[in-house]
């Protein structure tokens, strides 16, 4: 059975639009934490002509998410690389997935 975690989905969700795509969060057994790519990225996806990173979280998280990637030191380097950086909210109102897709490059 696949996993429905926010990583999960939006993995599925970038390969079915053509994109190469890698968790490139880690766990850090030491501190008992998942950290991100540069503290902000959980997705790396390369393919229609871009670069995307993405945080993934639930629906409800996203607008914190979009608030810890402005306040980010990074975020004006991978902006500045020209990269896309995304937000991508995860829900299941019904029997279907639903993404709320933030565009915060």
């Not at 850090?28 to 993934?56: K, M, P, S």
Request: with cysteine.
């Amino acid at each position: 059975m696949k996993s429905n975690s926010p990583t999960q989905l939006t993995l599925r969700y970038l390969r079915k639009r053509g994109y190469r795509a890698a968790v490139v969060e880690k766990w850090n057994e030491h501190a008992n934490i998942r950290q991100d790519l540069f503290g902000i990225i959980d997705v790396l996806a390369v393919g229609n002509g871009e670069t995307v990173a993405v945080q993934c979280t639930s629906y409800g998280g996203v607008s914190d998410r979009v608030k810890k990637i402005a306040d980010s030191e990074a975020i004006g380097d991978i902006r500045e690389a020209g990269w896309k950086v995304l937000v991508h909210g995860w829900r299941k109102p019904g029997r279907l997935w639903q993404v709320r897709e933030v565009d915060i490059s």
